[in-house]
């Protein structure tokens, strides 16, 4: 039998988000020239986050934040293997959280940075520089959290995929679950 898990745009947010990630972690490590398309994909994650904040308060049934909120019992209850939902496990979830609440912070970091060169966030002039210049390092110290929590994303994927059975791949890509 087939459920549905995840609906279309759930699923374009996801891989569009990935792809951008990817993107201003490529174009902001090299630098230089590519800074405007740093600046222009993290306006594209900015309005991504936004939309699935939203989605996640209107959207379908396990779109909405409501629908896979972990509560203390269901985390015990994954962590006891006794968990047996659909969608994001209740650790997932904390993940997914966590993920969205970086990723908006280094986007929103991001409107005001500044690389003393030729470079500004586009809100970067209404503030002082020196807070611009805190903002920048945070901005450039919140990469390697979202390497991290990214990479970790990845590897629990995998560990479900292949050591658990558990494909979480195919339904990210169609939709449903057997």
């Not at 939203?54 to 909405?64: D, F, K, N």
């Not at 195919?170 to 939709?175: A, W, Y």
Request: contains cysteine; glycine residues 12%.
């Amino acid at each position: 039998m087939r459920v549905n898990v995840w609906d279309l745009p759930t699923r374009l947010f996801h891989w569009a988000l990935a792809c951008a990630v990817a993107g201003s972690l490529v174009t902001g490590l090299l630098g230089g020239n590519l800074m405007e398309w740093h600046g222009r994909i993290g306006l594209l994650i900015f309005g991504l986050i936004v939309f699935r904040l939203v989605w996640g308060l209107v959207g379908s049934t396990y779109a909405r934040f409501s629908s896979f909120v972990p509560t203390p019992r269901s985390l015990m209850a994954y962590l006891a293997g006794r968990w047996n939902g659909l969608g994001h496990s209740p650790l997932g979830a904390l993940s997914v959280f966590a993920l969205l609440a970086l990723t908006l912070w280094q986007a929103s970091t991001g409107l005001f940075s500044n690389d003393d060169i030729a470079f500004d966030g586009p809100l970067a002039v209404l503030i002082d520089k020196s807070l611009s210049d805190q903002l920048t390092g945070l901005h450039r110290q919140g990469l390697w959290v979202i390497v991290g929590l990214v990479s970790l994303h990845v590897v629990a994927v995998m560990f479900y995929v292949l050591i658990r059975g558990n494909d979480l791949l195919r339904p990210m890509i169609f939709g449903w679950k057997d």
